[in-house]
């Protein structure tokens, strides 16, 4: 007979490889880096957790011991990769990589237009 914990554990990891497919098109579909960056950490952040989260489950309801390297996991994950994709679109950014044609809104640039300005001003003082 099947328990309702092993209906969690399936429907974590189903969640986790839903949002593996997601990430996949979108780093097909998306444009540019900065587009793909954003699928790629945020996407895939929640894709591994969730399915690390169905292993916990699945490991503490068959078991009974309560695995504390799969949580050091998530936490890692979930601190580790948005940062990193961050870190990995300013530095694109830095170096001059375009944004697409369809982008709307550059809230770097108009960052650094308030930077030079206020540096400027400063300097007149």
């Given at each position: 007979m099947i328990d309702i914990s092993e209906y969690f554990v399936v429907a974590f990891i189903l969640i986790?490889?839903?949002?593996?497919?997601?990430?996949?098109?979108?780093?097909?579909?998306?444009p540019d880096l900065y587009t793909r960056t954003h699928a790629a950490s945020k996407s895939a952040t929640l894709g591994v957790m969730s399915v690390l989260i169905g292993a916990l489950l699945f490991f503490f309801t068959e078991e009974g011991m309560f695995n504390s390297r799969i949580v050091l996991g998530i936490?890692?994950?979930l601190i580790t990769a948005p940062v990193g994709g961050h870190l990995i679109a300013r530095a694109a950014y830095n170096t001059g990589v375009k944004l697409a044609p369809e982008s709307i809104q550059d809230d770097l640039a108009k960052k650094e237009q308030f930077e030079a300005k206020k540096?400027?001003?400063s300097s007149r003082d």
């Open positions: 986790g490889a839903f949002f593996g497919v997601v990430t996949a098109i979108g780093l097909i579909r998306l936490f890692f994950v540096k400027k001003n």
